[in-house]
C-alpha cells in the first residue's frame, strides 16, 4: 500500500464511488477515476501504475454493473459475450501498441469526434429512447463485433478514456438499442476490455492491489446503484448522462491538449 493520508485515501474511495455510478449509467468513470488516482498517488509513482490500478478497481464495478443490468434488463448475452470477446483482442492488441505509440495526435480527431456526437444526440431527441428493435441480424452483429469489439476494444487499450461512452453510442447506433440496453450490453464488453489491459498491467507488475482492492468495494457500490438508477429512470434519464459526460470528456481533453501544456 503507498503512503497516501487517510484524508487523500477517502477522497480515492468518493471518487471510485462517484466513478462506478457514472461507469454505470452510460460509461467514463475513468474521467474521474483516474485522474483521481494520478493526483492521489505518491509524487514519483510511476504513471503506469495509476492506469493499472485504474483498470483493477474499474473491472470490479464493471462486472457487477453487469450483473445486475443482466438480471433485470433485456440483454442478449450470447451477442454481447461475442463482442466482448473481439473487444479483448482489441484491447490486448492497443495496450501492445500503446508503449510505441503518441497518442497526443489522436486527441484533436477523438474531439471532434466527440463534439460531433454531442450535437447528433441533441439534435436527434428520440436517439435511443425508443423501444429496442428486437433481435439483431446477423450483419448487424457483425458490424457491432468489428466496430464496438475490435475498433473500440483497441482504442481502450491505446488510449482508454471514453471507452464506455463510446460503447454505448455504438451499440445503440448499430444494434438498434435504446440507452438503458446499450449500457447494459456495454458493461459485459467492456469487462472484457478492463479484463485484456488489467492482465497486461498486472505481468507488467503495475497494479497497487491493496489500495485497488480498497477502493474496489466502492466502485463495485457505486456500479450497482448506478445500474439500478438507469434501469429505474430510463433511457431519457441515461441521455442526459450521456450528454453532459461527452462534454465532459471534450473539456478534459481540451484542457490537457491546450491549456495544460
Known sequence: MPDISLTMMAVLCLAALAAGWIDAVVGGGGLLLLPALLLGLP???????ALGTN??????????????????????????VRIGLAALAGSSAGAFFAAGMSTEVL????MVVLLGVAAFVILRPSFGTAPAA??????????????????IGFYDGLVGPGTGTFLVLALTAVLHLDLVAASATAKIVNCCTNAGALAMFAWQGAVLWQLAALMA??????????????????????????LTVVLAL?????YEQWIAQ
Open 43 to 49: 509524487a514519483g509513482t510511476p504513471a503506469a501504475h
Open 55 to 80: 483498470k483493477a478497481v474499474a473491472i470490479v464495478g464493471t462486472t457487477g454493473a453487469a450483473i445486475t443490468y443482466a438480471r433485470k434488463a433485456p440483454v442478449d448475452v450470447r451477442t454481447a
Open 107 to 110: 486527441k484533436p480527431v477523438i
Open 134 to 151: 428486437g433481435p439483431a441480424g446477423p450483419r448487424r452483429v457483425l458490424a457491432a463485433i468489428g466496430l464496438a469489439g475490435l475498433g
Open 217 to 242: 468495494v466502492f466502485n463495485l457500490a457505486g456500479g450497482t446503484l448506478g445500474a439500478h438508477t438507469a434501469l429505474k429512470k430510463g433511457s431519457g434519464f441515461v441521455r442526459v448522462v450521456l
Open 250 to 254: 471534450v473539456a478534459k481533453m481540451a
